[in-house]
């Protein structure tokens, strides 16, 4: 009688086995699968993506895309002409598309697809389309510590009637010369075309909207912190040199700039002096950008920093872009499927039941 007992103990262990088996092979099947390293594995997460033409072939590169199938990961583009709850499943959504309709779509899409990673929420990114409220976080921060100081240069936003900018700059204390920029920071090339005003009457010349920025001299060289969750990578770039008061004395007019460092060659190979090439602290740039991703509720983002020239550790914060160009990144590929695969595990931990 007893092994009886345990023969239809052991055919029903079996059983479950079994039903276990074929769970999981179901689950497995309902993913598809990536080539990768010669043979076919389950996607481990599929990311859709709404790019413009020129963001799609600037970022995803075709090393990237390599490396991400071999993690398990599958880039599946967003198609614009039907509606996005009707594509996927996606476990990921990755845009940067501008415009009050699209914004719409994905916060409808992020309320009634709570489950899926929307980088980053559209609210946020439009914080950091306008230069008048893009750098106030920074401002607000008033940031100092033992590794040095952050802060922005002072501003004045000008909205219409370019005759007033004489009057307006007087009044609001600002010393020449003023870096001029584009109020709307769209990702567009017009919107990074900067220029320097050298004195009181060329400010006339400029088109409103924009900013007005104090210049800082800062040796001619800018770092790039890009930030990717909690991942960050510091390059240097050349930017524009500096402004000494015999220049300024002797120049007049505005002086236009293309995107300075976007299409300026690296810095980092360059032979730069010691004081202007050293990168900002480690533990400074890490407080700063944990602060910031707090703050402005964004995971992928990159800063634009100077620091002063003739100080060691006087940072300026004189840009931020949402999703720059990681393509220029060193490396970008693996930071990038790596933050993409831990968004993945947060997501299970957060759905998962807990395990007692």
Same mark, same amino acid.
């Given at each position: 009688m007893r092994l009886n007992e345990e023969a239809a103990c052991r055919n029903e262990d079996e059983r479950r086995e079994d039903e276990e088996v074929?769970?999981?092979?179901?689950?497995?099947? #309902?993913?598809?699968?990536?080539?990768?390293?010669?043979?076919?594995?389950?996607? !481990?997460?599929? /990311?859709?993506? *709404?790019?413009?033409?020129?963001?799609? #072939?600037?970022?995803?590169?075709?090393?990237?895309?390599?490396?991400?199938?071999? !993690?398990?990961? /599958?880039?599946? *583009?967003?198609?614009?002409?039907?509606?996005l709850s009707d594509q996927g499943p996606f476990d990921i959504v990755l845009h940067k598309l501008t415009g009050k309709e699209w914004r719409q779509i994905l916060e409808d899409y992020r309320r009634t697809h709570p489950e899926v990673t929307v980088l980053d929420p559209p609210d946020a990114i439009q914080h950091l389309r306008d230069r008048q409220s893009m750098l106030q976080e920074v401002a607000d921060l008033n940031f100092s510590d033992s590794y040095g100081k952050v802060d922005v240069p002072r501003q004045l936003v000008i909205k219409r009637d370019a005759s007033s900018i004489p009057d307006a700059v007087t009044k609001a204390g600002l010393i020449l010369p003023l870096v001029a920029k584009p109020l709307v920071a769209d990702g567009s090339a017009k919107s990074h075309e900067l220029s320097l005003a050298y004195d009181q009457s060329s400010l006339r010349k400029l088109e409103p909207p924009l900013v007005l920025q104090e210049f800082v001299n800062h040796g001619g060289v800018l770092f790039k912190v890009y930030i990717v969750g909690e991942a960050i990578k510091v390059v240097r770039r050349?930017?524009?040199?500096?402004?000494?008061?015999?220049?300024?004395?002797?120049?007049?007019?505005?002086?236009?700039?293309?995107?300075?460092?976007?299409a300026a060659a690296s810095a980092d190979d360059a032979d730069l002096d010691p004081c202007v090439a050293e990168l900002p602290p480690r533990p400074l740039l890490e407080r700063l950008?944990?602060?910031?991703?707090?703050?402005?509720?964004?995971?992928?983002?990159?800063?634009?920093?100077?620091?002063?020239?003739?100080?060691?550790?006087?940072?300026?914060?004189?840009?931020?872009?949402?999703?720059?160009?990681?393509?220029?990144?060193p490396e970008y590929e693996h930071i990038f499927t790596d933050f993409l695969l831990s968004l993945v595990q947060s997501k299970y931990r957060k759905w998962s039941p807990s395990i007692c």
């Open positions: 074929e769970m999981e092979e179901a689950i497995v099947v #309902k993913k598809p699968y990536a080539l990768g390293g010669g043979f076919a594995q389950p996607v !481990k997460l599929v /990311v859709g993506y *709404a790019l413009t033409s020129k963001k799609t #072939k600037s970022f995803l590169q075709p090393k990237l895309e390599g490396l991400a199938r071999n !993690k398990g990961i /599958v880039f599946v *583009a967003i198609d614009h002409s039907r509606p050349f930017s524009l040199p500096d402004v000494s008061d015999r220049e300024l004395s002797r120049n007049a007019g505005v002086f236009q700039f293309p995107r300075v460092s976007c950008a944990r602060e910031l991703r707090r703050r402005l509720g964004l995971r992928l983002f990159n800063l634009d920093i100077i620091r002063e020239h003739g100080t060691q550790d006087q940072f300026y914060v004189i840009d931020i872009n949402y999703f720059p160009g990681y393509g220029k990144m």
